[in-house]
């Protein structure tokens, strides 16, 4: 299972979603999809875009946790 940390990355560097989408050159709505874990699809552009964004990597915004039924 993939994790989704990105509420959390912005929350601890007190940053808004309307303030992320800009600063990023991201959609709003993008932003919300991610934010609310309601995002399909994810490309590697935008995220490289969130990441320079928020100046943090990948593992700050998403963490893998192994699946016991994928084992």
């Known amino acids: 299972m993939i994790q989704n940390k990105l509420s959390e990355t912005m929350g601890r560097k007190r940053i808004k979603m309307a303030e992320l ?8 709505s993008v932003i919300y ?7 399909k699809v994810l490309k590697f552009s935008t995220l490289n875009k969130i990441c320079w964004a928020l100046e943090c990597t990948i593992d700050d915004i998403f963490e893998y946790i192994p699946d016991e039924e994928a084992l």
């Open 21 to 28: 989408a800009r600063i990023a050159g991201v959609s709003r």
């Open 33 to 39: 999809e991610l934010y609310h874990d309601k995002a």
